[in-house]
């Protein structure tokens, strides 16, 4: 965080202005970035990721570098949530995985995908979470994460 006797009067918002090498680095990693944030509508497909780099690539090394940031701080934020949520409710890890896949808008089924299980442990997995939690089904499970009370 500047200070703000260091801001740079130069800089149109007069903030300092960013590194180069690190926005270039940054600016490399945030397309998977915004893939894996589950915070769009976007999956693995190449093509989806190809559109991404292209978008960043036309960003000012500011925009990456807060958009990075932002993201990050998002990032843990939910899986801060996520923790608490399943400390209260008794939660094991492989239910904890698959609350954190249906948060990110991911369905049973690729959530099984994705981490190589059967499709029937994956729906046991949401079984065990409707029922530790009191909730009437997944969406009303997804209610209660959200506001929880």
């Given amino acids: 965080m500047t200070k703000r006797s260091d801001k740079d009067p130069n800089q149109p ?7 180069r ?4 680095r ?14 769009f509508d ?26 990075a940031s932002r993201l990050r701080t998002a990032g843990h934020a939910q899986q801060t949530d996520i923790k608490a949520f399943t400390d209260r ?13 249906l948060v990110a808008g991911l369905s049973v089924v ?12 994956a729906r046991t997995h949401m079984r065990r979470l409707i ?6 089904g997944q969406l009303d499970l997804l209610r209660k994460f959200h506001r929880p009370g």
Avoid: M
């Fill in 13 to 19: 918002d007069g903030r300092l202005p960013v590194d």
């Fill in 21 to 24: 090498e690190f926005a270039d």
């Fill in 26 to 39: 940054t600016r490399i990693d945030l397309p998977q970035q915004v893939v894996d944030s589950g915070l």
């Fill in 42 to 67: 976007l999956d693995q497909d190449p093509a989806q990721l190809a559109r991404v780099r292209e978008i960043v690539s036309h960003l000012p090394d500011r925009t990456v570098v807060d958009v």
């Fill in 89 to 101: 409710h008794g939660i094991t890890p492989a239910e904890q995985r698959l609350l954190a896949s």
């Fill in 110 to 121: 690729d959530h099984a995908r994705e981490q190589r299980i059967s499709v029937n442990t």
């Fill in 131 to 136: 029922e530790k939690t009191g909730s009437r």
